[in-house]
């Protein structure tokens, strides 16, 4: 009877399961252009945009207000140079790593106009405010993974709070265990993730919250990928790009978008048909997404 | 011959490197079996140089590269 009796307050008093409620909604734009589709090697939200640069090193500037992708080529890469990363600072420079030991400039007209030799070779790059965000060897167990400096000389580096290295069975895995993504800002504050965990890091470089977003794991994601982006908006919004478990064309795309809040206790989740590649935007309410198919998406929380 | 065993020493654990990377690989490391592979090549062909810093500096390279196929095979779409 005593066990019956806890029982029924435990039901009673525990919080319910959270259900998957209905209200998102999505709508594909058909706007004014279409993103190619090498492999998109960074991302970079200011001013009223949102850029990406492809394998083919092409620049395309999305205008959500417009519904507007344009695409142009980058002039002045070297034929050997495989461009990885983009970050936005706010006098409008685009910074990429031209190489793991070189930064280049890119002016958003499409051309390079600075190139810095870096003092240790960088392996991913973002942005906060007016500091880059990157990741640089030597990767280590127990060293902060990320790190924020000025774009140029004297770098003013340092370590980002959170996400400590973390050790693998072999230097294969270590590196790869180590690799990090980074969304879409907001409030000063940047959400950073392992590829492998669904754990986010969200703070300044300063001070930082981890915690574990379990709710973006569900039939049809990747368990050991989950994270294919997320975006911070509003006033404690949190938008979840979940992974593909299948792959289309070889790549995995974020086949499930989740609208919840920091303390992942909130749980809007919808099917994305087409996948998709990217977040652009994000605001408390809507959420705009670059397709596969190179057209946008507009999710809302209605 | 002291040159001549360290310089073999350092091969050796090496050529142990490059086989356990193979041998160690998981997952998200399964995504990036082919850049595994090729670090393991890598650090082999590293291992030949003579010089110590220049077979540091192929080492990291090595590395670098294995990044560069890893984070487009696990991160790229």
């Not at chain 1, 289309?248 to 992942?264: D, E, F, H, V």
């Not at chain 2, 850049?35 to 990291?60: E, K």
């Amino acid at each position: 009877m005593a066990l019956l009796i806890s029982l029924l307050t435990a039901a009673a008093l525990g919080a319910p399961p959270q259900a998957d409620t209905p209200s998102l909604h999505a709508r594909v734009i058909a706007g004014d252009g279409r993103a190619p589709e090498p492999v998109i090697v960074g991302r970079a939200v200011c001013n009223g945009s949102t850029w990406l640069l492809n394998q083919r090193k092409e620049l395309i500037a999305v205008t959500i207000d417009r519904r507007r992708i344009a695409v142009q080529a980058v002039s002045g890469f070297r034929p050997d140079e495989t461009p990885w990363g983009l970050a936005c600072t706010p006098d409008g420079s685009l910074w990429t790593l031209a190489t793991p030991w070189t930064l280049a400039r890119i002016r958003t007209e499409g051309s390079i106009t600075d190139r810095i030799r870096l003092p240790l070779p960088r392996l991913a790059l973002f942005a906060l405010g007016d500091r880059l965000v990157y990741s640089e060897m030597p990767v280590a167990a127990g060293k902060a993974v990320l790190a924020a400096g000025r774009a140029t000389p004297p770098f003013d580096q340092r370590p980002w709070a959170g996400l400590p290295g973390r050790a693998g069975s072999s230097r294969a895995t270590e590196l790869t265990r180590n690799l990090v993504g980074c969304g879409i800002d907001n409030g000063g504050l940047l959400p950073c993730w392992f590829a492998d965990d669904d754990r986010i890091s969200i703070g300044d470089g300063k001070t930082e919250t981890t915690r574990s977003f379990a709710i973006v794991r569900g039939p049809g994601v990747d368990p050991a990928l989950p994270i294919r982006d997320a975006a911070l908006a509003g006033r404690g919004r949190v938008w979840l790009l979940a992974r593909a478990a299948r792959a289309i064309a070889g790549t995995q795309p974020g086949g499930r978008l989740i609208a919840t809040n920091r303390a992942g206790t909130e749980n809007r989740g919808i099917d994305l048909k087409p996948a998709a590649r990217f977040i652009l935007s994000a605001t408390e309410s809507s959420c705009w997404l670059l397709t596969v198919d190179g057209t946008l998406m507009e999710v809302s929380v209605r | 011959m002291e040159r001549f065993l360290v310089n073999g020493l350092v091969r050796l654990g090496t050529l142990v490197l490059a086989a356990v990377l193979v041998v160690g690989s998981s997952r998200p490391g399964e995504a990036a079996v082919a850049c595994t592979t090729d670090l393991a090549d890598c650090y082999l062909d590293a291992a030949t140089i003579d010089s110590f810093w220049y077979r540091w500096a192929a080492g990291l390279d090595c590395e670098l590269a294995f990044i560069g196929c890893a984070r487009y095979t696990i991160m790229g779409i």
